[in-house]
């Protein structure tokens, strides 16, 4: 079974459109931290945000936000006015308390193309 | 910013040669990883290194590969007898602590093997 999942495999926008990828996970652990992740063509992985499991409240930085639901297990990330810098494949990851939180479970990402 | 830093950025092998891909931590860092991506697939753990052993490891990370710290810099990963399908951008990773606390990715080594 799929640790995270991200159901979306590719969506395209058009510029000043708000998105929402979305993020599933599962876990047993009370404890786990979740992240997201931006890759574009380059390659490299960049950090976008890292969350507890006792902390719940969303979080807003400039156009992206994170909506956290443990009820539904998710961890979704919206992008307000998409800019075409936004495209690149997103991934969302999940550590947890049984491997003392080092090995990430990482998702298989969602590919956002946003057009000009 | 501190970062992870991974040499080289692209490395192209023949099927059958050995290959080792470099990476320098961040300085303060403990915990060491890496974990594997094949192209237009998901990003994929392979090892977790402390205190100058493994203390874990993915089905994937069999006896063909390994991993060490030669000195108090470098964290290498090596592919004794590359495959075609070893082909993959492989990424580095440290942390301060256990907890991922700091836990920084490097930007990646894209591995070809032909």
């Known amino acids: 079974a799929q640790k995270v999942t991200q159901a979306q495999t590719e969506i395209s926008v058009v510029e000043k459109e708000d998105v929402t990828l979305d993020c599933v996970y599962e876990t047993r652990d009370t404890t786990y931290y979740l992240f997201w992740y931006k890759q574009p063509p380059s390659g490299e992985l960049v950090f976008l945000i890292r969350?507890?499991?006792?902390?719940?409240q969303n979080e807003i930085s400039g156009r992206y936000s994170w909506n956290f639901q443990k009820s539904t297990s998710s961890f979704n990330f919206t992008i307000t006015a998409s800019q075409v810098v936004d495209s690149a494949v997103y991934f969302c990851a999940l550590s947890e308390t049984s491997y003392n939180f080092n090995k990430f479970y990482f998702g298989s990402g969602t590919k956002l193309n946003v057009k000009p | 910013e501190p970062e992870v830093t991974q040499t080289p950025s692209h490395q192209v092998t023949q099927m059958g040669q050995e290959v080792i891909l470099r990476c320098v931590p961040i300085s303060n860092h403990l915990y060491f990883y890496w974990y594997r991506q094949i192209l237009g697939q998901k990003v994929e753990f392979l090892v977790s290194f402390y205190n100058n052993e493994i203390s874990e490891k993915s089905e994937i990370f069999d006896d063909q590969f390994s991993v060490e710290r030669p000195d108090g810099s470098n964290f290498t990963l090596k592919i004794r007898s590359t495959k075609l399908e070893d082909s993959a951008m492989y990424f580095c990773?440290?942390?301060?602590?256990?907890?991922?606390?700091?836990?920084?990715f490097g930007s990646g080594t894209r591995l070809t093997v032909v």
């Open positions: 990773a440290s942390s301060v602590k256990q907890e991922n606390y700091g836990y920084t």
């Open positions: 969350r507890n499991s006792f902390d719940e």
